[in-house]
């Protein structure tokens, strides 16, 4: 019972961005979008995460479709340190499960020199 | 401003042997939450404490696993009697105290200790 579809593998050019979709097709109203990160044999890293409007931070911009059903982590200039699996997770904001992020297996992003 | 810490980072036990795997959580969180990452897995969350409260032990396997979180010292995750199939990636990973904030459900991981069954 997935609630977020990635591709399996992207590469990206050094220097480019790096733009990994998301589908989140049965999202509901009170459900968050977050994308985390896990750097080979690291614990996770918190990237970002939205409601509705799009968001930035200082690692990244998320961008969700105004149907909530799709979403895209956007590295704006990707270096060699941005190879990970890029994980979406769809959590709600509060009561049961809130707190259990549930990571399927990700976008592994292969940052080419 | 140290992040959360696990030790020891690699943990290697015979079958039948007990696991302590430890937690501290980052400065002034007070939520702490273990996940276990099977090899070519994404993690499985465990259970989800407090300081000397189990909230939710949902994902804890209901045998030989228990976990604590004393009001001093780390978070403990205590696996019994250690099976192989117990190998695997263990993260600790804490949240701010603070409720209904956007911040509560930022979950910052630790490195992870990797326990290998022999």
């Known amino acids: 019972d997935a609630k977020t579809t990635q591709p399996t593998s992207m590469d990206c050019a050094e220097g480019r961005a790096a733009n990994l979709p998301c589908n989140h097709s049965?999202?509901?109203?009170?459900?968050?979008v977050y994308w985390y990160r896990q750097i080979h044999s690291q614990g996770p890293q918190y990237i970002i995460h939205?409601?509705?409007n799009n968001e930035t931070n200082e690692m990244a911009s998320l961008i969700i479709t105004e149907d909530r059903k799709s979403s895209t982590l956007i590295l704006p200039h990707a270096t060699l340190r941005d190879t990970a699996v890029y994980y979406c997770i769809v959590s709600p904001r509060s009561g049961a499960g809130s707190y259990q992020l549930t990571f399927g297996k990700g976008t592994k992003l292969s940052v080419i020199p | 401003n140290a992040g959360v810490m696990q030790n020891p980072r690699h943990l290697v036990r015979r079958r039948g042997q007990e696991a302590r795997l430890r937690c501290s959580p980052m400065k002034g969180h007070s939520h702490v939450y273990w996940y276990r990452q099977l090899p070519e897995e994404g993690l499985k969350f465990m259970v989800y404490l407090q300081k000397e409260n189990i909230i939710d032990e949902s994902g804890m396997p209901k045998e030989r696993f228990s976990a604590e979180f004393p009001k001093e010292g780390p978070s403990i995750l205590r696996i019994q009697q250690v099976v192989r199939g117990d190998s695997a990636a263990y993260f600790c990973?804490?949240?701010?105290?603070?409720?209904?904030?956007?911040?509560?459900?930022?979950?910052?991981f630790g490195p992870g200790t990797r326990l290998t069954v022999t």
């Open positions: 939205g409601l509705k």
């Open positions: 990973a804490s949240s701010p105290s603070s409720s209904g904030t956007s911040r509560t459900y930022e979950q910052y």
């Open positions: 049965t999202i509901s109203g009170n459900e968050y």
